[in-house]
């Protein structure tokens, strides 16, 4: 039946993605907790370089190294790979399937903390210029982690909410 069919390529689709480097799955599922489709002006903000893609795994032979220092050129490696797909300005899931398995990677306990994250990375990296840009964004990502905010923060989400309403 159609449910088992779309069941097993995501089954297939998380294993593809296992395979890839560390970095690489690292960063596939970050734009898995922010959607479908995300601009690179995103990205940069929620995957600085220097922070928590320096994982290694050894063995593995692949066409992009784990070390590679350049962020795009991993994005750019899922592209190869089928994952993703990529425009002039943006990097979006090559098909929902594969957001979902991406997503479905992330330990339950591990996603409102992500998103908490994202949302906080954005928040703080965006210009003023960009800001109302991400106001949506944040605010979803904050919403969605909101489990994990503390009660002082929650004025401040409020607010956001309250502006992104306007």
Same mark, same amino acid.
């Given at each position: /039946? ?8 995501? @089954?297939?689709?998380? #294993?593809?993605?296992?395979?890839? =480097? +560390? ?10 907790? @922010? *959607?479908?489709?995300? /601009? ?8 600085? !370089? %220097?922070? *928590? ?5 050894? *063995? ?6 784990? +070390? ?7 994005? /750019?490696?899922?592209?190869? %790979? *089928? ?9 979006? $899931? ?15 306990? %591990?996603?409102? =903390? ?9 928040? +703080? ?5 960009? %800001?109302?840009?991400?106001? $949506? ?13 503390? #009660? ?8 956001? /909410?309250?502006?992104?309403? !306007?």
């Amino acid at each position: /039946n159609a449910k088992e069919i779309i069941d097993d390529v995501g @089954v297939l689709m998380a #294993e593809k993605i296992r395979q890839l =480097p +560390t970095r690489c799955q690292y960063a596939i599922k970050l734009l898995a907790c @922010v *959607g479908s489709k995300c /601009n690179k002006s995103v990205i940069k903000m929620i995957m600085p !370089e %220097e922070e *928590g893609l320096h994982d290694e795994q050894v *063995g593995k032979k692949r066409k992009i190294s784990d +070390t590679s220092d350049d962020l795009f050129s991993m994005l /750019n490696f899922a592209v190869d %790979e *089928g994952i993703l797909q990529k425009d002039l300005e943006n990097y979006m $899931f090559a098909h929902d399937q594969i957001q979902l398995a991406a997503y479905s990677l992330i330990p339950e306990n %591990e996603r409102g =903390p992500m998103h908490k994250l994202i949302g906080n990375l954005i928040l +703080t990296s965006a210009s003023d210029n960009e %800001e109302n840009d991400v106001l $949506f964004l944040v605010v979803n990502q904050l919403n969605r982690g909101i489990a994990f905010i503390h #009660e002082e923060e929650k004025i401040e989400l409020a607010m956001l /909410n309250l502006r992104a309403g !306007e």
